[in-house]
């Protein structure tokens, strides 16, 4: 459902076709109004134009520099979740941790194997 929302920046009309709320876009065009003007405030002889492209250019950088920080939030998520995974949590079932302690004593094995093999060259006079 779209709605139509009449909005006034700048001292110009508005009507803007939207899936949002009219109470959110009023909203947004009043937060762009009020930073329009701080832009132009500081800096009488700024056009609304050039303000516009200003908050514009301000607006795209806070966006970005956002999408960066959420970026690493979520690879720092899926490292949190992948190290998880590695753990070996209560809900793992006695023959899994079995399989699992298996697997790691091969090598173990091996190991004294290949130490037993030496011991007994070595009591060979």
């Given at each position: ?91 793992t ?13 091969k ?5 004294c ?13």
């Amino acid at each position: 459902m779209t709605n139509k929302v009449k909005v006034v920046i700048c001292g110009k009309d508005f009507m803007l076709q939207t899936a949002e709320s009219a109470n959110y876009v009023i909203g947004l065009a009043r937060t762009l109004e009020n930073r329009i003007s701080e832009v132009s405030g500081s800096n009488s002889s700024t056009s609304p134009f050039a303000a516009a492209i200003m908050v514009a250019l301000s607006t795209l950088d806070d966006l970005n520099k956002a999408t960066q920080r959420l970026d690493a939030l979520r690879e720092q998520a899926k490292e949190y979740v992948d190290e998880a995974e590695k753990i070996d949590s209560p809900m793992t079932t006695p023959s899994q941790k079995i399989s699992n302690y298996w697997q790691e004593s091969k090598p173990l094995k091996r190991n004294c194997k290949i130490i037993g093999r030496r011991r007994t060259h070595e009591a060979i006079p």
